[in-house]
């Protein structure tokens, strides 16, 4: 019998016409790995909370839900809880006490269990998942990747049948992200519970998936077997840019059939092509443009006492060009950006910016037409209650400025998004409006803090080809990411940073085919057989003249 | 049934604290202690006198959406304090209760303004005057929540008169009755010596709280009520 | 080391409570000095040389209240002198001592509390009374960290589109301040429907909660409650039999130095001196420890 058995379920928010969800039907077995995956505000959210009652949102369903043969309204409250658990996105917003102990008791104490069971079920979980080390720590002190790892401990504890997650590595780093999945394939494994995981970082995820549902405007258009998604989509189907390397290439190669998932799959089915090498064509680096931005032996610490994070710190922007710094969690890339962008100050050195030292510079000389910065969480810049306003705000009415700002929203495609309150849109179009609100100040250098964090393919795609858009009309651009696909694809030259200061830079090209670990899909799946692709565009490219 | 029996225990406790313990506290305090201890009597009262805004909140058994926006706005008010090392003596804990109170009803309003007092004091050091600091923000929040029940608090002169009004009551709660108490008598000097003392200290927390009350009242209040629309009830 | 902060909170909350009421009340010489020296050395064992550091500001406020009282209070027999036509008596400054005294032992007392009685163990008490209260605390320790980070954040962000609460006028300052709390209490507030979420998908509000801890109460506990409600009773009793009575006004009263007054301040003595005592008997015990092994 069906863990799930989903029966033609339509779905309508209140004051909304169209149907988010449109005659579902899906059957989940026991035991089952299934990933959901589809374009922001295709459905799958809203889908995955239909199954958890308790988050089901307000608005019209039809059609039944059946868990275990008992339709989901009708089922004992106590094991619709404890039975079916729920991780949510965000791995901050789902801690809801101090103490990592007190947050994995919190279900037990609402199911009211007593305190020698609670004490049992807790060390067995804290055993389990490794978390003896942390236990009485407070929560806040936990990384990213313990916190999500501590989410999904407390719901476990509740021993549930059925886990749903709702992207729950978009917020965190590649390491962390990769972890957590090796978490929820261990438990799949031998816990057999049946996982329906939202995901959008597929290179890790379908290989260990028993089936992948696609999802179009509130359809599932596919579902089946990982290996056979590539035939059922339509040819350049924006979904196609999410699947792994090995499968991109496959499908680009025109194959059909069973595609390889893993890097490893994608070496041995490379190797039986017959391919023809073709030179790739070196982009020449561009180091005889002026430099816009130098920042010159840089040494930064937070605290008197505390280690440094920047250590002589050494980097030249030029003018014009995409620069991508790349690096681990945690190394400091982001406080370099900081400090680069003057608002932290370091102890030691000076950043120059177009040969001026950034402290001669005032607040408003240097944020007005000089540096813009687009931080991390993009919310921290939005005050208003529409888009419009936060935009108008910016430039205070001014005639002139007004065909600019429409430009601006054509260029960045925002315009349906005007009457709309910041925090109802999705990561994507929020990152676009912070862009058009700090454009606006018309700067020469544009700096990035991980844009491509918690945004799917789509979004992605649709940022580089805004920031080369941006950089044809003259802007600089700085990005500090842990994306190493992201900066291969559309980056001129990439920086290493680690352990305080910038230890390689070069091309992309150069920078990763010199790399044997740290380096992208493609260029790991094709080393054996091309030495110098790194994007899957240049392995098809390599290839082409079979 | 259940609910009209716990409303009744309520009531019961309630009253028994009010009408017989509270007077019961103050004869002895009086007779016993000799008139002398006017600041373990007042310690005393004022946790007595919280205790019936707990146990409705107990029984009441909150929903998480109004347990969260009683504690984000705690927070709030405790983690706003590192703002202001710029304007010296201004702090929004006594605006924000207050709103609060408003947009959410008179007991969430007392309970907010309770748990900022005592979350940060542990932060800052818990001692005698935590007691006071809950009551006096905690009543703060609830006459508030009171006032905007009968929705005059739309009207920006009566804002600002209750922002003047909060500053005294809050400058009358710590500084004065706590340099009373403390000095252990009751005469008209020491009470004037007190006054003078702590007026500019009124003067300040009366004015802060005015400019914060008109700059924070109608934002904040347009984004709880964005939340009620969006995911329904918040109450 | 730090052996008596290991007891269960509930003999702490009740060791506190009892020392911080008696001191309170027993204003009484004896009584009084007891529980300064009392207070002092606790705090020189728990803090170390941050006690002498925060002497700094214990001393003015002991001598503040100690000059206050005479100014104010003109009761007394003894005239030491006359300032501005106004009485200066010998009791009004033994009582501004007094009080002085009493104050500043209630201080140090509360200090040694704050470094005991961490906020997760008066959550813990405070669950068994108030537990929804309790979980709203519990909550907003948490958030307060990550409201403060996630300020600077926004300040740093917005000093980047020229809102910097930093320089610029009072009023420009104040702006910024209200903008930035602005951001912050939407930005908490729509994270805040998340959490609630997160409540619910594991089972708030679904029944009566329980409440679970890591404390456990041992037999230790239990014997050390005991003693301290046993040395608190006799203190009680010796209170009604007249050891602490002790008048300022008019005249001061003599110190009675009989057997019964003398058992009586050894009593409280004995009560003042548990958590020292602990310490200093466990570190003992350590060194003896250290030395056969």
């Known amino acids: 019998m069906a863990i799930f058995e989903i029966n033609d379920v339509s779905f309508q928010y209140p004051n909304d016409e169209q149907l988010v969800l449109q005659n579902i039907q899906l059957y989940v077995e026991q035991g089952e790995f299934i990933v959901l995956v589809g374009q922001s505000g295709c459905g799958k959210s809203t889908l995955l909370r239909q199954l958890k009652r308790e988050l089901a949102p307000h608005g019209q369903r039809n059609g039944s839900i059946k868990y275990n043969g008992i339709p989901l309204e009708e089922l004992d409250p106590k094991i619709a809880t404890s039975d079916i658990g729920f991780v949510l996105q965000n791995p901050e917003n789902q801690v809801v006490t101090d103490k990592v102990w007190h947050e994995l008791s919190f279900g037990l104490e609402s199911l009211g269990m007593d305190t020698p069971t609670i004490r049992r079920r807790v060390a067995e979980m804290a055993s389990f998942f490794g978390m003896h080390t942390w236990f009485r720590q407070k929560t806040v002190e936990l990384s990213g990747g313990q916190k999500q790892k501590l989410n999904l401990a407390s719901i476990m504890v509740m021993q549930p049948k059925v886990l749903l997650l709702d992207e729950p590595t978009s917020q965190l780093d590649p390491i962390a992200a990769m972890e957590f999945i090796a978490t929820l394939h261990r438990l799949n494994e031998e816990l057999g519970i049946t996982i329906i995981l939202i995901e959008h970082r597929l290179e890790e995820v379908l290989p260990v998936a028993d089936r992948v549902i696609v999802m179009e405007q509130g359809q599932i258009i596919y579902d089946g077997s990982p290996r056979l998604a590539l035939a059922s989509l339509p040819q350049n189907h924006t979904m196609i840019q999410a699947l792994p390397t090995a499968m991109r290439v496959f499908h680009a190669f025109n194959q059909t059939g069973e595609a390889p998932l893993t890097i490893k799959e994608g070496q041995k089915w490379l190797a039986a092509q017959h391919i023809e090498k073709v030179k790739l064509i070196e982009e020449p680096l561009g180091t005889n443009r002026p430099i816009l931005m130098e920042a010159k032996n840089i040494s930064f610490r937070y605290e008197r006492d505390s280690e440094d994070i920047l250590r002589s710190f050494q980097l030249q922007v030029y003018e014009g060009e995409i620069l991508t710094i790349l690096g681990g969690n945690g190394t400091g890339k982001s406080t370099a950006l900081k400090v680069l962008a003057g608002l932290e100050k370091p102890y030691r050195g000076d950043v120059h910016i177009k040969g001026k030292k950034l402290q001669k510079y005032s607040n408003a000389e240097l944020y007005r037409n000089v540096i813009a910065v687009l931080p991390q969480d993009p919310r921290t810049l939005f005050v208003e209650k529409k888009v419009k306003d936060e935009l108008s705000k910016m430039v205070h009415g001014k005639k002139e400025v007004d065909v600019q700002l429409k430009e601006l929203i054509a260029l960045l495609e925002i315009g349906h998004l005007l009457e709309r309150h910041p925090y109802d849109l999705s990561g994507g179009e929020q990152q676009k409006v912070a862009l058009a609100k700090v454009l606006l100040l018309e700067p020469q250098l544009l700096l990035l803090d991980e844009p491509t964090k918690g945004i799917d393919a789509f979004a992605k795609q649709s940022l580089a080809n805004l920031l080369k858009s941006l950089q044809r009309k003259g802007l600089t651009v700085v990005i500090v990411t842990h994306d190493i696909e992201f900066s291969a694809m559309y980056s001129e030259r990439c920086a290493l940073f680690f352990d305080g200061n910038i230890v390689s830079c070069d091309n992309p090209r150069a920078f990763y085919s010199g790399n044997r670990f740290y380096t992208t899909a493609a260029h790991r799946m094709s080393r054996h057989v091309l030495d110098q692709a790194i994007t899957c565009e240049d392995v098809v490219a390599s290839c082409r003249e079979m | ?235 | 080391m730090r052996v008596f902060e290991k007891y269960h909170p509930i003999v702490l909350f009740s060791y506190f409570a009892v020392i911080i009421f008696m001191t309170m009340f027993f204003m009484h010489p004896v009584y009084l000095a007891i529980t300064l020296i009392g207070a002092m050395s606790l705090n020189l064992v728990l803090n170390g040389r941050d006690f002498f550091k925060s002497l700094k500001m214990y001393i003015p406020v002991f001598l503040l209240i100690m000059i206050i009282n005479p100014l104010i209070s003109h009761n007394g027999e003894m005239v030491l002198f006359y300032m501005n036509d106004n009485r200066i008596t010998l009791e009004a400054i033994l009582y501004g001592l007094a009080m002085a005294t009493m104050l500043v032992s209630v201080m140090l007392w509360c200090s040694c509390y704050n470094s005991v009685m961490t906020s997760d163990k008066f959550l813990y008490l405070f669950s068994r009374v108030s537990p929804v209260f309790s979980l709203v605390l519990s909550i907003t320790m948490r958030l307060i960290p990550r409201f403060t980070y996630q300020l600077k954040l926004i300040g740093q962000s917005q000093k980047t589109i020229g809102m910097d609460y930093t320089i610029g006028s009072l009023w420009h300052r104040i702006r910024c301040i209200m903008q930035i709390l602005s951001i912050l209490i939407t930005w908490a507030l729509e994270n805040a429907i998340e959490t609630a979420d997160s409540m619910k998908a594991r089972g708030y509000g679904l029944q009566k909660r329980t409440t679970f801890s890591l404390f456990v109460f041992e037999k230790r506990d239990g014997i050390l409650l005991a003693v301290i409600f046993l040395l608190f009773v006799i203190s009680g009793i010796g209170s009604l039999l007249g050891s602490t009575t002790f008048y300022f006004y008019p005249a001061l009263t003599g110190i009675s130095s009989t057997l019964k007054h003398l058992f009586f301040y050894s009593v409280y003595a004995m009560l003042i001196v548990i958590p020292v005592g602990i310490e200093l008997v466990e570190g003992l015990k350590w060194r003896y420890l250290k030395s056969t092994m």
């Open chain 2, 1 to 235: 049934m259940p609910r009209n029996v716990t409303i009744n225990l309520r009531m019961i406790i309630s009253s028994i604290i009010f009408f017989i313990i509270m007077p019961l506290v103050i004869y002895l305090g009086v007779t016993v202690l000799e008139d002398r201890k006017y600041y373990f009597v007042s310690i005393v009262l004022v946790l007595l006198a919280c205790v019936p805004f707990f146990l409705r909140f107990e029984r009441r058994r909150p929903q998480p959406r109004e347990i969260l926006t009683i504690a984000v706005m705690a927070a709030i008010s405790v983690a706003g304090r590192c703002l202001f090392v710029v304007t010296p003596a201004i702090k929004p804990v006594t605006a924000i209760t207050a709103i609060t109170g408003i947009s959410l009803g008179a007991e969430a309003g007392f309970i907010t303004g309770a748990t900022t007092a005592l979350v940060s004091n542990f932060f800052f050091g818990q001692g005698p005057w935590t007691p006071f600091q809950m009551f006096t923000w905690g009543m703060i929040g609830f006459i508030a929540g009171l006032l905007g029940k009968t929705g005059i608090m739309q009207r920006k002169i009566l804002l600002a008169l209750f922002g003047v009004f909060a500053g005294l009551f809050f400058s009358f709660g710590m500084d004065i009755w706590g340099a009373i108490s403390t000095a252990g008598m009751f005469s008209k000097e020491a009470f004037i010596a007190a006054i003078a003392s702590a007026l500019p200290f009124t003067i300040i927390y009366a004015v802060s709280n005015v400019i914060f009350l008109l700059l924070l009242a109608k934002p904040i209040g347009e984004k709880l009520e964005r939340l009620k629309q969006k995911y329904g009830i918040l109450q």
